[in-house]
């Protein structure tokens, strides 16, 4: 009963103040809004796991099999796909086929559609994209997997289907031809960018011929990597269990709508402790922890809204107390209003929220990237009404106390009554502000995120129960400062429970953006210092296109790459003129097939070596390797892409010195070059080096149809040092690989060097595709960008001056007897501007000061945490390099703290009345 009282009240007085409603209303109803929009515009993006299936099968297959390439091994993975792996050969596993596919699932083998794909060149009349992944499907099957937005689908051979984005690159549409690798195929649709399955150009086949020669279809010598599973009979678990057994992997309708237990995957049996989708709890305790600084933040910037509205109410809530309510009733009124706003602001929200995301996805259509399905998590807007309820009750928790003390009588009469308060908050608040800062720095410096995010909780909280003894301290300072000044002050002593919330609110709105600013501009201190590339800024690549037949790399012959180098070089000159150019080699051995593998690895020196190096594959040993491994600096390995790749070959270039001397690195490269001419292998670590001087490079060679008892080759010579990029495979002389018996080398592309230092202008013409070649140009790293802690700092402005300025106008309604005073006495107008400018001083000065503070003290735990123990700073420690400390925007920092407190002054003197009217006061 006392609850259904106090929210009608509630209701009345937000009718009656409608204004100030809707102000606290939209304060509330902003992260809701941003909640609800970004839960269903992620869903509608990811989708379920049946959206994200008939993304990859179409709207009717039954399942999508693929061959991992282990050669009839067998495969365990989990039904999401997020994870698998093979565990040795089945001693009756089969190669993967459309019979054995049919076979397994006991099924027509006319309901499988085996699948190519490979590369071929695409074009259209002049206009030519190069190799591009071309879909050879049976005509029958083709209607069951994709779907056309504009057109029809191929029927037969001589007809294709293209995505929209290869449309638009030939500038083709429905009833142009195009060319396949030398055949025309005439254009009758364009695809449905919602279906994913190798849309790039889709080719019928005859039924018996998708892994035959046909005019678009040229013979590989290889058999379909890829299989639909069509028509009625669904594929289970158990199904796809079997069909794992054959070396495949599995995507089924049937089991993205009924997923097994985690007991019947035997994946989670041949692989403890692996697989995706499973969050341990560190993960969740951070995420918590995380959330609840959020919503801390939530609550102080729309507290002053609430503040203002128990300010209002005073007198209402003094004639419920001289009714005989007591304080519990007072209280309840003050937090029936919060959740009458909060639960009104959550569903005008959500639904806002919902407004937004099917707006962004019909632009999106409109656009012709449609999400895959519009996807509405429906539990997420009853939750979202009750977040908006909780943060608003939440916000008007601290204004219900403190109106909750009031005096009945001053109220009543007029006066202004401000409970005492209590000293004790502020002492509470400097302890906790202090436990939490060194909580969250021993959380930082071991990389424990449950204890840093709670210390950095702990840590808000206790400033802000600080505030209000800040503000005190302050006062002191009143007797020294003029007429406005000492009015300002004294009044935002005496009227707390307006004064205390604002300051709380800008001081939050501050700290989170410096803290941001901080880390922001820390991190990209420390990706720059541990920015690598292969080549030098400005230096132009030059490489034949990968070529990948029905879902394989495909080996290329040396004359491709060589006219691949000379059609790029060819593109470059008629930009820039060339300054000097070599060809670049990688390691390889004879007759490698396209799917082995050759590594070169560098061992350090036995002092300085990884435990995990010399593993001989026992399980029996792993437990312990591990252990040991972990924490070590030596195991801290560093791993960068390699820019240059061909199927056969491994991730180290031969070179004799040419191409390096290219490379773009000057004086190092020189060296680098000078030494590979003399026979030396190029390291990238110190601790490679042995104490003779010289490098030891392990080189392995792996693959299906090959041995594993393979004794790896060890090539030993003087070793030499480059540091342009940490943990690089070693750069081998050619020399040294022509001297040892096994070992070649093979041409993958180019590097070139132009007459202009880089400038994004040339390097835009430069770059692209040819026929033949893909040509790329260095570009410098990128650099930090004030763009984005302007708008942090911009965003934290805006927050505090409107909390300054609503403080500031229920200052000024409950000043006006005081102003009016001194008019009466003879005060100038300027008087009340300089009142209404000292009293946003107050609020600004102090929490933009404080904020600031407390914002670089976040900005360092959490830069020491997340940078400092980060996988940039492990790779710089790795390879012997300083880790850049906490970097601060000081220049930007200092333009808010001293912009910020002027425009809000500037903003309260603007705004201040003209008049000052006499009114009715009373003697307090």
Do not use: K
Request: one cysteine or more; aromatic letters at 4%; hydrophobic letters at 50%.
């Amino acid at each position: 009963m006392r609850w259904r009282v106090a929210l009608r009240m509630a209701r009345r007085d937000a009718w009656r103040h409608r204004r100030r409603t809707w102000i606290a209303t939209a304060m509330v109803a902003l992260p809701v809004v941003a909640g609800v929009f970004l839960a269903t515009f992620l869903l509608s993006t990811l989708g379920t796991p049946l959206t994200r299936f008939v993304a990859q099968a179409g709207p009717t297959a039954q399942a999508v099999v693929r061959d991992v390439g282990c050669g009839g091994c067998t495969y365990h993975q989990t039904p999401d796909l997020r994870s698998g792996g093979t565990v040795g050969a089945d001693d009756g596993g089969r190669d993967p086929s459309t019979r054995a596919v049919a076979e397994t699932l006991g099924i027509p083998e006319q309901d499988v559609a085996p699948v190519r794909v490979e590369s071929l060149a695409v074009g259209a009349g002049e206009r030519d994209i190069g190799l591009t992944s071309v879909t050879f499907l049976e005509a029958d099957a083709v209607a069951q997997v994709y779907t056309v937005r504009e057109g029809r689908l191929p029927t037969t051979a001589r007809e294709a289907a293209l995505s929209p984005d290869v449309a638009q690159r030939l500038r083709v549409d429905v009833g142009d031809v195009v060319d396949l690798d030398g055949a025309q195929v005439t254009v009758v649709g364009l695809l449905d960018v919602r279906n994913l399955p190798d849309a790039a150009v889709v080719v019928p086949t005859a039924a018996d011929a998708a892994s035959a020669a046909s005019p678009a279809n040229p013979a590989s010598g290889r058999g379909p990597s890829r299989w639909f599973v069509l028509g009625d009979r669904p594929v289970r678990w158990e199904d796809v269990v079997a069909l794992n057994a054959i070396g495949t992997e599995v995507d089924s309708r049937s089991v993205a709508l009924h997923p097994p237990n985690r007991a019947e995957v035997p994946f989670h049996t041949a692989f403890p402790g692996g697989g995706a989708g499973y969050v341990d709890r560190t993960t969740l305790g951070a995420g918590a922890a995380v959330a609840a600084i959020a919503v801390v933040e939530v609550v102080l910037l729309i507290g002053p809204a609430f503040a203002v509205g128990a300010r209002r109410q005073v007198r209402q809530l003094a004639l419920v107390g001289a009714a005989g309510g007591d304080r519990r009733d007072l209280r309840r009124i003050v937090l029936a209003s919060g959740v009458v706003i909060g639960a009104t602001a959550g569903v005008l929200g959500a639904a806002a929220g919902l407004g937004v995301a099917a707006l962004v996805g019909l632009v999106l259509r409109v656009a012709g990237h449609p999400m895959p399905a519009f996807l509405v998590p429906w539990w997420v807007v009853p939750a979202a009404v009750a977040l908006a309820t909780v943060l608003a009750a939440l916000a008007s928790w601290f204004p219900s106390r403190t109106t909750a003390r009031i005096d009945v009588a001053a109220a009543l009469a007029g006066r202004r009554s401000e409970a005492a308060p209590r000293r004790r908050t502020p002492w509470i608040g400097v302890a906790l502000a202090a436990g939490g800062t060194l909580v969250a720095l021993v959380g930082g410096l071991r990389d424990h995120a449950v204890t840093l995010a709670g210390g950095v909780l702990v840590l808000e909280l206790g400033v802000v129960l600080a505030a209000g003894g800040l503000l005190t301290l302050v006062a002191r300072l009143a007797p020294r400062l003029g007429p406005a000044g000492r009015f300002a002050l004294r009044d935002a002593v005496r009227q707390r429970s307006r004064t205390v919330p604002a300051v709380a609110a800008v001081l939050a709105a501050v700290a989170a953006a410096t803290a941001a600013s901080v880390y922001f501009v820390s991190d990209a201190r420390v990706q720059a210092a541990s920015w690598s590339s292969d080549v030098g800024v400005g230096t132009v690549l030059l490489r034949a296109p990968d070529v990948w037949v029905d879902g394989r790399p495909t080996q290329l012959a040396d004359d491709a790459v060589a006219l691949a180098v000379e059609s790029g070089l060819a593109r470059t000159a008629d930009v820039l003129d060339v300054a000097g150019s070599a060809t670049v080699h990688l390691l390889t051995v004879p007759d490698l097939p396209a799917e082995g593998w050759v590594g070169a690895r560098s061992q350090a020196r036995p002092e300085r070596a990884c435990p995990t190096e010399g593993y001989d594959g026992s399980e029996a040993d792993f437990a312990e390797l591990v252990e040991a491994a972990a924490g070590d600096p030596r195991c801290a390995g560093v791993s960068y892409g390699m820019s240059w790749y061909r199927p056969g070959a491994g991730d180290s270039v031969v070179d004799d010195g040419t191409s390096t001397a290219l490379l773009g690195f000057g004086e190092e490269g020189a060296a680098a070059a000078a030494a590979l001419a003399q026979g030396s292998i190029v390291v990238s670590r110190e601790d490679d080096v042995w104490d003779d001087g010289t490098a030891h490079v392990e080189i392995s060679v792996a693959g299906p149809g090959l041995p594993d008892d393979t004794a790896p080759i060890v090539l030993v010579a003087p070793a030499h040092v480059q540091t342009w990029q940490p943990g690089a495979p070693p750069i081998l002389p050619a020399t040294l690989v022509e001297e040892t018996p096994g070992l070649i080398s093979v041409p993958v592309g180019a590097v070139a060097q132009v007459d202009a230092d880089y400038d994004p202008a040339w390097a835009d013409l430069v770059r692209g595709e040819t026929s033949q070649a893909s040509v790329s140009v260095q570009p410098p790293p990128r650099q930090p960008s004030d763009v984005v802690v302007l708008v942090l700092l911009g965003i934290a402005s805006v927050v505090a001056l409107g909390a300054t300025w609503v403080s500031i106008g229920l200052a000024a309604a409950e000043t006006r007897p005081d102003l009016a005073t001194l008019a009466a006495v003879g005060a100038t107008r300027r008087v009340g501007r300089a009142v209404s400018g000292a009293q946003a001083a107050v609020v600004a000065v102090l929490g933009v000061g404080v904020g600031v503070v407390l914002g670089l003290v976040l900005g360092v735990v959490l830069s020491i945490s997340l940078l400092q123990q980060g996988w940039a700073a492990q790779q710089l420690r790795a390879a012997g390099l300083p880790v850049p400390g906490v970097e601060v925007p000081w220049l930007w920092l200092a333009l808010v703290t001293l912009a910020l407190p002027l425009l809000a002054v500037a903003g309260a003197w603007l705004t201040a009345p003209r008049r000052l009217p006499l009114v009715r006061r009373l003697a307090q």
